[in-house]
């Protein structure tokens, strides 16, 4: 299956940091990716991890892979209200260009 | 960069017309584009994929005569929603990517309103 899977909501206060979770059934995937989508606007793309690898960090940003049990996490360090908005995990398989997106995670960020 | 735009952003029509939605990346040669669909506070479901010069291939279940795709160009790819109906009203996003590469860049998004 291709189902990728994020918990809905996540709340944080600002300051804090912020883990945002995601599950793929994929073995084969070789790029795992996490994207931004603010309201009304399309995605940015945030960071992406190559399967051979397990970590990756970029400025506040540090992305974890898990293969064995196909677990990808997003940490956001240092979480600013402008961070509020809907993340998207991403698999990309070798034998398709195609992305499989997960269900997205809302992160809201409070005072 | 590698910036992505689509035009309209959002256009309302009447049930029965056309829209045509384009996807240009502005400062890359894009030899596959991607047309998705996002419902409200739903995830990403790929409509198609464009690769430049050939047809599109389109997901199980997207009816290739009601959404037609042209990929004219290296930067440029259109949708167009033929004889839209309510159910059609969408967020529709692109993406392009490079080739050989595999990451996609993804455009702003055209929000559909068929009334």
């Known amino acids: 299956g291709e189902d990728v899977e994020q918990s809905l909501f996540l709340s944080v206060r600002e300051g804090d940091s912020s883990v945002i979770n995601c599950t793929y059934t994929?073995?084969?995937?070789?790029?795992l990716y996490w994207y931004k989508q603010e309201p009304g606007a399309g995605l940015q793309l945030l960071t992406y991890?190559?399967?051979?690898?397990d970590m990756k960090q970029d400025q506040r940003l540090t992305v974890l892979l898990n293969k064995k049990d196909k677990h990808l996490s997003l940490r956001i360090a240092d979480t600013q209200t402008g961070d509020s908005a809907i993340y998207f995990c991403?698999?990309?398989?070798?034998?398709?260009?195609?992305?499989?997106f997960g269900t997205g995670t809302r992160l809201q960020v409070t005072l | 960069g590698a910036v992505v735009s689509q035009h309209p952003s959002w256009v309302i029509c009447k049930s029965g017309t056309s829209v045509k939605i384009e996807c240009r990346s502005l400062?890359?040669?894009?030899?596959?584009m991607f047309w998705y669909r996002q419902f409200p506070k739903q995830s990403l479901m790929l409509m198609a994929t464009?690769?430049?010069?050939?047809?599109?291939?389109?997901e199980q279940g997207v009816e290739k005569d009601k959404f037609l795709i042209n990929h004219a160009s290296l930067t440029l790819s259109t949708l167009t929603v033929t004889s839209a109906h309510p159910e059609d009203s969408s967020f529709y996003i692109c993406?392009?990517?490079?080739?050989?590469?595999?990451?996609?860049?993804f455009g702003p998004g055209t929000r559909l309103l068929v009334l």
């Open positions: 993406s392009a990517q490079r080739l050989a590469q595999e990451t996609q860049y």
């Open positions: 994929d073995s084969s995937s070789t790029y």
């Open positions: 991890i190559f399967s051979n690898m």
């Open positions: 991403a698999e990309h398989t070798g034998t398709a260009s195609k992305l499989t």
């Open positions: 400062d890359f040669q894009a030899t596959t």
């Open positions: 464009s690769n430049e010069g050939s047809k599109a291939t389109y």
